[in-house]
């Protein structure tokens, strides 16, 4: 989606400000990956094990589940405590290219979880919709987050993703986002 052509007529006020947020953030994150071949977007450049598949991979399983956390509640995240090595292990596969993934087919998975986000954002009654965080060390006991909430920690995600993606972009051969 291009954030310049947000349709106004179906979406106004706050709702139309995070999705114009979240569409410019999106966008710097896909630009990063212009013109790259799989491998390259498999590369790891800096002393990080991230890449610019994983970080869009990782950025894409991020939203999904936040954006189930809105429709489902607590059920969408299950509890860290509860996470299994295999968990563990897939989790550090959102952050890297697997054999067989392509760059075409993270971007698309992208694109589709982005236009499910924007379409429940566009259905939602209201934002202030709210369920409980699990308990985790990097929560209070009782933290509610509500719809608007989760939206701003998800375009505060892909600001921050989209920002160390245009650092391995540069790592990488050079190129700029913004350049």
Same mark, same amino acid.
């Given at each position: 989606?291009?954030?310049?052509?947000?349709? $106004?007529?179906?979406?106004?006020?706050? $709702?139309?400000?995070?999705?114009?947020?979240?569409?410019?953030?999106?966008?710097?994150?896909? &630009?990063?990956?212009?013109?790259?071949?799989?491998?390259?977007?498999?590369?790891?450049?800096?002393?990080?094990?991230?890449? %610019? @598949?994983?970080?869009?991979?990782?950025?894409?399983?991020?939203?999904?589940?936040?954006?189930?956390?809105?429709?489902?509640?607590?059920?969408?995240?299950? #509890?860290?405590?509860?996470?299994?090595?295999?968990?563990? #292990?897939? $989790?550090?596969?959102?952050?890297?290219?697997?054999? @067989?993934?392509?760059?075409?087919?993270? %971007?698309?998975?992208?694109?589709?979880?982005?236009?499910?986000?924007?379409?429940?954002? $566009?259905? %939602?009654?209201?934002?202030?919709?709210?369920?409980?965080?699990?308990?985790?060390?990097?929560?209070?006991?009782?933290?509610?987050?509500?719809?608007?909430?989760?939206?701003? &920690?998800?375009?505060?995600?892909?600001?921050?993703?989209? @920002?160390?993606?245009?650092?391995?972009?540069?790592?990488?051969?050079? #190129?700029?986002?913004?350049?």
């Amino acid at each position: 989606m291009n954030p310049t052509h947000l349709d $106004r007529s179906t979406v106004t006020g706050e $709702r139309a400000d995070l999705l114009l947020a979240l569409a410019q953030h999106r966008t710097m994150l896909r &630009h990063t990956a212009r013109d790259l071949t799989d491998e390259q977007a498999g590369l790891r450049t800096t002393a990080s094990e991230l890449c %610019l @598949g994983g970080i869009i991979k990782h950025v894409t399983s991020v939203e999904r589940v936040w954006i189930a956390f809105i429709r489902e509640g607590l059920s969408a995240l299950g #509890a860290v405590t509860d996470m299994t090595d295999e968990d563990w #292990a897939q $989790r550090a596969d959102e952050f890297r290219m697997l054999p @067989g993934e392509t760059l075409a087919g993270v %971007l698309d998975a992208y694109e589709e979880v982005a236009a499910r986000t924007d379409a429940l954002v $566009r259905e %939602l009654p209201g934002l202030d919709v709210s369920h409980p965080l699990p308990d985790a060390p990097w929560s209070a006991p009782g933290t509610r987050w509500s719809a608007r909430r989760v939206l701003l &920690h998800i375009i505060g995600e892909t600001a921050q993703h989209a @920002g160390h993606a245009d650092i391995i972009r540069e790592s990488l051969d050079g #190129a700029l986002s913004m350049g």
